[in-house]
């Protein structure tokens, strides 16, 4: 089993930045993905951004140039620095763990756009 939690979540002004991290604990060898999702009210979950073992990425075209993810592969954890933020950036954002086949959620953490 592999547990994950998030944290950095909050309210912030349009243009802002936020920081979220995320920590992977458990079973937690042969992590190959690390990602971001997002979900806003009545929409689906999303891809933000993702992140492979070897450092590729992968972003929303929504968020390409804005959000940075990144992962430490030691500390099993994975961050994303979100800057410019919109309003439209308002979501649950969920931290996603890829692990032989499986997807692994953390509870999700609110990102608040507004002024």
């Known amino acids: 089993q592999v547990q994950v939690v998030e944290s950095g979540g909050g309210l912030v002004q349009p243009g802002g930045s936020l920081r979220l991290s995320c920590v992977a604990s458990?079973?937690?060898?042969?992590?190959?993905?690390m990602g971001w999702y997002r979900q806003a009210p009545g929409k689906q979950r999303e891809l933000v951004a993702v992140i492979t073992r070897s450092g590729i990425t992968n972003y929303a075209v929504s968020v390409a140039g804005r959000f940075t993810i990144s992962r430490d592969n030691g500390k099993n954890t994975v961050s994303l620095q979100m800057n410019s933020l919109k309003p439209e950036d308002t979501a649950v954002y969920y931290c996603?763990?890829?692990?032989?086949?499986?997807?692994?959620w953390g509870q999700g953490t609110q990102v608040t756009v507004s002024s």
């Open positions: 458990g079973t937690i060898f042969n992590i190959v993905t």
């Open positions: 996603n763990i890829g692990r032989l086949g499986l997807d692994y």
